[in-house]
């Protein structure tokens, strides 16, 4: 993270350490931010919260607009590297991921078996750098690909420094820090200072679990509030640490857990889920009591799952099977059929928006055939015609 970055989200840090939260503050954060654009996606994310709480005159709206088009820009990319490093993601949908920023990208040199072999066991975001080494330093635009690999560094980074994302609420806003756990046998569980009595509870609950002999925890911001929900966030950090699950630098968790081990309902649910789609999540882990609520808060947001969970020993599961794979779309399929065509001596000769599909007609010397691809998220398509 660059030291501008890094600047920005101390202020953005003290500014949510403050009960009071001061407009002047909020207004510092502003007239830094857009002075010198951020480079992390979520110091962007959580900045443009802060500056958001308070009114804008028309002449900041404008340039507090543009910086929004900039964090979006940024989001995207990490969602953008997110789904390309899943295994299960094919190939082909980097037609759909990066859309037309594949228009340099030369179908001759397009192999699917190569690129599916490049993510095989690799974390996400370092899998996603394999897969674009292997399509080939000519396939993308150099501005496309230093802001992918500014995404990727990113997601390294965070997956490194954290192993998992707690979520705290407070004024009705929303915000997602890193929370690392490792074992340590002086037979305490040990947090920072300022932690609330709720938030030590939680920990001392869920780390005695995992970690009999003792266990040393902490938050990248020293939040002395709001801790009853720390919980599930220090399980997923638990079980990341013992080699039990893959950190997931774009996971964010809130819940209580219980004496029985229960994972309990919490406040501010919405609240949280918002604070986390602001700052690029895409996967929510909550209690299944409040599954409701949260579905309810990303209602028009696309690409965020939210997952409910009851109970802590169902916790490993849910990880090993959450999943960043998009299919190739509508818009994917026709991009990979136009570059694909001529690779079996096809022209495209027409395309055409039907009522349910678009349809691209190829030619060679002698045949003329239809290419139907039907609008949705999956892209089915359909030949016909002569051929």
């Not at 869920?206 to 919980?231: C, K, T």
């Not at 001529?342 to 027409?350: A, E, F, S």
Request: charged fraction near 25%; include cysteine; glycine fraction near 10%.
């Amino acid at each position: 993270m660059k030291q501008h970055d890094r600047e920005i989200d101390d202020l953005v840090a003290e500014f949510w350490r403050e009960k009071d939260r001061q407009s002047s503050a909020a207004g510092q954060i502003r007239s830094r931010v857009l002075a010198n654009p951020l480079e992390s996606a979520i110091v962007a994310g959580r900045a443009l919260s802060v500056i958001k709480s308070i009114n804008q005159s028309p002449a900041w709206a404008a340039r507090v607009e543009e910086f929004e088009v900039a964090t979006a820009r940024l989001i995207q990319r990490c969602h953008q590297i997110d789904k390309l490093g899943d295994p299960d993601t094919d190939p082909a949908a980097v037609f759909e991921i990066l859309g037309e920023d594949t228009a340099d990208l030369g179908i001759e040199s397009f192999d699917s078996d190569a690129l599916r072999h490049a993510r095989v066991d690799r974390p996400r975001p370092d899998a996603a750098r394999a897969f674009l080494h292997a399509l080939g330093t000519g396939a993308l635009s150099p501005p496309v690909r230093a802001e992918l690999e500014r995404a990727t560094t990113e997601l390294e980074g965070r997956s490194k420094r954290y192993q998992s994302h707690a979520l705290f609420a407070a004024d009705g806003y929303g915000v997602a820090l890193g929370v690392r756990v490792h074992e340590d046998d002086h037979g305490q569980v040990i947090g920072f200072n300022q932690a609330d009595p709720e938030m030590q509870q939680q920990a001392d609950v869920v780390l005695r679990h995992y970690y009999p002999n003792g266990a040393q925890w902490d938050v990248e911001w020293e939040l002395p509030y709001g801790g009853g929900s720390i919980g599930l966030a220090l399980a997923v950090a638990a079980l990341v640490s013992s080699g039990k699950a893959q950190a997931d630098p774009l996971l964010a968790a809130t819940g209580r857990i219980g004496v029985n081990f229960e994972v309990d309902s919490v406040g501010a649910v919405p609240e949280k889920v918002q604070g986390a789609v602001a700052a690029g999540f895409r996967r929510v882990l909550v209690p299944a009591a409040n599954e409701k609520e949260a579905l309810e808060a990303v209602v028009g947001v696309d690409g965020i799952t939210i997952i409910p969970i009851e109970r802590l020993d169902q916790l490993e599961a849910r990880l090993s099977g959450l999943s960043g794979a998009v299919p190739i779309g509508s818009d994917g399929a026709i991009r990979f059929i136009r570059k694909l065509a001529p690779r079996y001596g096809l022209d495209v000769v027409g395309e055409d928006p039907l009522e349910n599909c678009f349809r691209l007609t190829v030619a060679d010397a002698a045949t003329e055939a239809f290419i139907d691809v039907f609008r949705g998220t999956h892209g089915t398509v359909t030949a016909s015609g002569k051929g």
